[in-house]
């Protein structure tokens, strides 16, 4: 079965560290990724989508990913994080209809 | 200008009861989603239906059923509650079911069985 695999549960840093996210999945054949975020007390927004063309992406917030086909990978980096990034985040993965979620990761960033 | 919304926010009830949770979108999309995110954050597919008809049917209990009465609202039934269905229940939409398409997500409602 399909899986996506999230590196880190917790990841906590402080402002103006850098942050890489890592992302795993399973599916062989063509996969649309994506970055959504959660904002404590809110719903998930996109931060950033994968579907074809330039593997490195970038999103909103200064947010941006790459796509490694041979390492099945989609790592999400931000040079210098601030304190309004404090969020959980997840990668999922598209294939046939479904989007398939990663456990997620909290960030924490420290003032 | 809420795009996707969902109702009630909160849901406190007891076990056995019967719960209805709302999902509305008013951004002409054609599918609509329901998932489950538990207190673990994991969030999990249950159900889609593309233009009123059901097109992803996840291992869930046959006590939620999910209705369609037309392509804006998506609202989702569940009988006999249970503990173990305390959990955020998030709605979404897309333009279309396939593809590169980015689903929006709803507020959540987060359902709390007592």
């Known amino acids: 079965a399909q899986s996506v695999s999230q590196h880190n549960h917790h990841v906590i840093l402080s402002e103006a560290a850098s942050l890489e996210l890592g992302c795993n999945y399973s599916y062989g054949g063509t996969v649309n990724l994506f970055w959504y975020v959660q904002y404590p007390g809110q719903h998930l927004q996109l931060l950033l989508k994968y579907f074809s063309g330039d593997p490195l992406v970038k999103g909103i917030k200064g947010f941006e990913a790459e796509f490694i086909k041979s390492k099945f990978s989609f790592n999400l980096r931000k040079p210098s994080v601030q304190w309004s990034d404090t969020a959980e985040y997840f990668c999922?993965?598209?294939?046939?209809?479904?989007?398939?979620f990663g456990a997620g990761t909290t960030v924490t960033v420290r003032a | 200008d809420t795009a996707v919304s969902q109702t009630p926010k909160y849901l406190v009830t007891q076990m056995g009861n019967d719960k209805s949770i709302k999902c509305e979108q008013n951004?002409?999309?054609?599918?609509m989603y329901w998932y489950k995110q538990d207190s673990k954050k994991f969030l999990k597919i249950m159900f889609s239906y593309n233009n009123k008809e059901l097109i992803i049917n996840e291992t869930v209990p046959n006590r939620f059923s999910p209705k369609s009465p037309d392509k804006a609202h998506l609202n989702l039934h569940i009988n006999s509650l249970e503990l173990g269905d305390s959990a955020v229940y998030f709605c979404?939409?897309?333009?279309?079911?396939?593809?590169?398409?980015?689903?929006?997500f709803g507020p959540g409602t987060r359902l709390t069985v007592l």
């Open positions: 951004l002409g999309h054609d599918t």
């Open positions: 979404a939409s897309s333009p279309a079911s396939g593809g590169s398409l980015e689903q929006f």
């Open positions: 999922a993965v598209k294939w046939d209809y479904k989007l398939s």
